[in-house]
């Protein structure tokens, strides 16, 4: 049913229960995972471009590394995950790697890291949800 599943993971705590039901689905499905991890910089737009914003986006690549990383060490078998690094808003950009990677599920956390998006189901999940043009597992 499922050749390509999206995963996308930002290390927190409902990206890595959402990594482990890829993970099953993937396996019972025979699928392909996609892992992408997108780096949020927006915040830094508009401030001049030295040598601390530079590493502050380094940090947060190595962060986005560490993240993918953590998820191959999950892959208790030979499944096939490609990884994808983004910079941008998370929504966009797991709806263009959706687009681009023709993705048939999205597997993903009710929430992130983010303190706010505990309020409500999560400002991306919900995003994602509502604009996503193939199915989107949300796991809590």
Not at 40 to 52: A, I, M, Q
Request: aromatic letters at 6%.
């Amino acid at each position: 049913m499922y050749k390509k599943i999206l995963v996308p993971t930002d290390g927190s705590e409902f990206a890595k229960k959402a990594e482990k039901h890829a993970l099953f689905l993937s396996k019972v499905s025979g699928a392909e995972i996609v892992a992408v991890s997108v780096t949020e910089n927006n915040f830094v737009n508009g401030l001049p471009l030295d040598d601390e914003i530079y590493q502050l986006n380094e940090i947060l690549k190595e962060r986005s590394e560490e993240n993918l990383k953590e998820f191959d060490e999950l892959n208790d078998s030979d499944l096939k995950i490609t990884h994808i690094i983004r910079e941008g808003s998370p929504a966009r950009v797991i709806l263009e790697v959706a687009q681009e990677e023709d993705i048939d599920l999205i597997v993903m956390g009710s929430s992130g890291k983010s303190g706010f998006d505990r309020f409500i189901m999560g400002s991306v999940a919900d995003k994602v949800v509502n604009s996503a043009k193939c199915a989107v597992l949300v796991v809590h």
